[in-house]
Nanobody
């Protein structure tokens, strides 16, 4: 089982940037597909971005061109660089892992483990 710990959330003004990190421990990380999801108050969990072990990347339309997902397998860490943040990006952001390398995995129910989440708040 992989354990995931997110960090990097906080309060930022609209137009600003944040970089989220997700550190993995436990089982081998490098063979996992990784994803970022978010959930705003009163809303369902929403897919944000995913990256396969081989580097295949897929974004939701709502963040494409503003967010960048990346991974450093040597550090067992996946990142989400968020630029041009908008108030509607406000949510708890979760990191997720799929133990089988998969491309373009957007369904949260397909992931095997989750982090505890980190709050991102964008003020207008």
């Amino acid at each position: 089982q992989v354990e995931l710990v997110e960090s990097g959330g906080g309060l930022v003004q609209a137009g600003g940037s944040l970089r989220l990190s997700c550190a993995a421990s436990g089982r081998t990380f490098s063979s996992h597909a990784m994803g970022w999801f978010r959930q705003a108050p009163g809303k369902e969990r929403e897919f944000v971005a995913t990256i396969s072990w081989g580097g295949y990347i897929y974004y939701s339309d709502s963040v494409k061109g503003r967010f960048t997902i990346s991974r450093d397998n040597a550090k067992n860490t996946v990142y989400l660089q968020m630029n041009s943040l908008k108030p509607e990006d406000t949510a708890v952001y979760y990191c997720a892992a799929k133990t089988i390398d998969t491309r373009g995995l957007t369904d949260g129910y397909e992931y095997d483990c989750w982090g505890q989440g980190t709050q991102v708040t964008v003020s207008s």
